[in-house]
């Protein structure tokens, strides 16, 4: 169906920036939502940020809430996440998913499509 691909990552220094792309393409679905998760070596997925099909609605982890903000593009079938005052621990591959509704969710298991992945590295 749809195919995920991130883009982006890097080396960073603490309290630097990153943007994060992930462009969709093949099939898409009528609508959808999008959200971000990410896995630090030695740790189980976690959820980033999510946003609904209109971008009226997003959702962000506590942990990146205020640094990190999600953004979209429907007519380039995109999506970005904006990582300001990175820190270590955010360290990471950073994966984007597609939801096929326009709701949003932080449960992974209700994703349907997912990328391959960005590595993230902040030093200290």
């Known amino acids: 169906q749809v195919q995920l691909v991130e883009s982006g990552g890097g080396l960073v220094q603490a309290g630097g920036s990153l943007r994060l792309s992930c462009a969709a393409s093949?099939?898409?679905?009528?609508?959808?939502?999008m959200g971000w998760f990410r896995q630090a070596p030695g740790k189980e997925r976690e959820f980033v940020a999510a946003i609904s099909w209109s971008g009226g609605r997003t959702s962000y982890a506590d942990s990146v809430k205020g640094r990190f903000t999600i953004s979209r593009d429907n007519a380039k079938n995109t999506v970005f996440l904006q990582m300001n005052s990175l820190k270590p621990d955010d360290t990471a591959i950073y994966y984007c998913a597609m939801r096929r509704t326009y709701t949003i969710t932080n449960n992974d298991l209700k994703y349907d499509a997912w990328g391959q992945g960005t590595q993230v590295t902040v030093s200290s």
């Open positions: 093949g099939r898409m679905f009528s609508t959808y939502s």
